[in-house]
């Protein structure tokens, strides 16, 4: 790099919001940088579960099947107190029928980040190695950013926008100064990625309370691979002057939280960590934003921390293409921390309620919590509905936005309304809603119970065809009154009408839905009129 480098975007940090962000702009055409203080990519497996609404992104990206091949599916995961089996969650059990993803993809974020840089490479982006943000300089026409580069040497860039995306130590959000209010833990951990040799089966999520202890595991790789959790009960809080954790110390910890004879072989990776709960109190100081972990940490439990990061950057992407390609008003970025910030917190308040309930007790409450947890776990767990729950909870799929520039403020009507997530729906036998909201672009979607005629078919087509283009895809889901029609996606099954709440033989009705896969706009007829005026106000359409 030399001074006077430039690009529209510049992402600070390559983990994996990083690398999201950086992917979804390229794609749409943007000049983006992405720069990285490491030398080389993530090795550990530090985050490791992907939800069901992040498969459905990575799945608009055409990249689901790759992390699909890579991962262990996991649909549920057993509660054990003192060493016996008490319940637990059995994700087939849960009903979710407006999502095709209903488990946990175990993956280590080594390979969730591998299969980003794959696709970044595909697009004729690298990762510049080496860079650390030192500096921000707000100007008028974006940010000056300072850097020292993989040499020493000090060197300045130039963005119309920044996201900070460089983690929990993020120095985009020092330089900001932003607030990052919160606390640590109590509570240390000791961590390993390692082989388990013990008496039960390695296929799912485990976890384990025994009187001050708590273990977790967590299938990564069938057999051959697994993280292991569990309280690190030494005196001195300060993980930083603790020795190196050793194999011999993280098996005699998980053995006493499991109650289990367990042998842990084959250390891949051992570390020690203290965790926090923190978030900013706003996502953006003028062009620059944060995202990820650089914007809110929490609690490991749940696995939520790299999915909320991921749906950020999803969040954000598009915003910043339609106000640098669209026109859209500037406006339309104050929504990304006015929809993701609540998020945020509701996934901290969250993860803290179970963590401190599970993980926060000591002492008559941890045998307390040992006496009681049989007694109410087993017959929850038998509940459907606490399945149903608990799945939809941890699946980030009932995340939802209040109206706002980037939503219609529609609050009657059928559901789902705007700021929900598009559901999934089965079409046909062979063909879904999931398969024709990719691309991550805006999709236009009229729907029509009634069965159109061949004439009425080509014409709502034709004007549907009109506002196709490069950021915009329309989509005519239709029942027909005779034969079929070349540009009508023919529903043979009632669900998809269903679901999006048409339930008279004649009913119809358009949505809008944005390329984060959420619904932005709503209208219970099929005039095109409304639409279009929205579409606009988003930027959809190229200046």
């Known amino acids: 790099m030399s001074d006077g ?37 993530t090795r550990e497996s530090r985050a490791f579960g992907i939800s069901a609404r992040t498969l459905e992104l990575f799945a608009s990206l055409g990249l689901a099947e790759t992390l699909l091949q890579r991962g262990v599916i996991n649909t549920g995961m057993s509660f054990h107190v003192s060493g016996e089996a008490v319940g637990g969650l059995n994700f087939d059990h849960a009903s979710a029928p407006d ?24 697009a004729w982006l690298d990762v510049e190695r080496e860079v650390a943000v030192t500096g921000l ?35 985009v959000r020092h330089a900001l100064n932003l607030r990052f209010e919160g606390a640590p833990y109590p509570q240390n951990f000791l961590l390993g990625d390692v082989a388990v040799d013990w008496p039960l089966e390695g296929d799912r999520f485990r976890v384990f309370v025994h009187a ?42 998980f053995a006493e939280a499991s109650c289990l004879p367990v ?29 990820g972990d650089a914007a809110h940490i929490h609690s490991p439990v749940g696995g939520q921390g790299m999915n909320t990061g991921l749906q950020d950057a999803a969040n954000l992407a598009w915003k910043l293409v ?37 993980a926060g007790q000591v002492g008559w409450r941890a045998w307390l919590r040992d ?33 706002g520039p980037a939503v219609a403020d529609l609050a009657k009507g059928p559901a789902p309304r705007p700021g929900e997530r598009a559901p999934n729906a089965q079409l046909s036998r062979h063909r879904d809603l999931l ?45 027909l009154t005779a034969g079929a029609h070349g540009a009508v996606e023919r529903v043979e099954r009632a669900d998809l009408f269903d679901r999006y709440g048409l339930a008279d033989d004649r009913a119809q009705a358009l949505l809008l839905v944005r390329p984060d896969g959420v619904l932005a706009w709503r209208a219970e007829s099929l005039d095109l009129t409304g639409c279009t005026a929205f579409l606009r106000r988003l930027g959809a359409f190229p200046r």
């Open 371 to 403: 006496a009681l947890a049989p007694m109410l776990v087993g017959p929850a767990s038998a509940l459907d509905l606490v399945q149903e729950r608990a799945f939809r909870r941890l699946a980030q799929i009932d995340s939802a936005y209040g109206p």
């Open 322 to 358: 339609s106000v640098l390609r669209g026109g859209a008003p500037d406006a339309l970025l104050d929504s990304y921390g006015a929809e993701r910030l609540p998020v945020a917190q509701e996934v901290l308040r969250f993860t803290d309620r179970i963590f401190s309930a599970a």
């Open 5 to 41: 480098d430039r690009c529209e975007v510049l992402v600070v940090g390559a983990g994996p919001t990083g690398l999201m962000a950086a992917l979804l702009l390229r794609r749409q055409g943007i000049d983006v940088r992405i720069v990285d203080r490491a030398a080389e990519p």
């Open 212 to 253: 001050d202890r708590i273990g977790l595991f967590f299938p990564l790789d069938g057999s051959g691979l697994a993280r292991v959790m569990t309280t690190d009960l030494r005196a001195d809080p300060d993980e930083h002057a603790a020795p190196d954790l050793t194999l011999a110390e993280l098996q005699a910890a």
């Open 435 to 479: 398969d024709l909201l990719a691309g991550y672009r805006f999709h236009i979607v009229a729907l029509s119970r009634r069965p159109l005629s061949p004439v009425e078919a080509g014409s709502l087509a034709d004007a549907l065809a009109r506002l196709s283009g490069d950021r915009v895809a329309t989509h005519l889901l239709a029942r």
């Open 263 to 291: 042998t842990l072989s084959r250390p891949q990776w051992l570390t020690r960590f203290r965790t926090h709960h923190r978030a900013v109190d706003r996502y953006r100081n003028g062009p620059v934003f944060v995202a």
């Open 99 to 122: 999502t095709p993803f209903r488990f946990i993809l175990m993956l280590p974020q080594a390979e969730t980040e591998s299969v980003l840089l794959d696709a970044l490479d595909d």
């Open 137 to 171: 300089t707000l100007r008028p026409d974006g940010v000056e950013v300072a850097a020292l580069d993989a040499t020493g040497s000090a060197t300045t860039l130039h963005a119309r926008y920044v996201i900070g995306a460089d983690g929990a130590h993020s120095a």
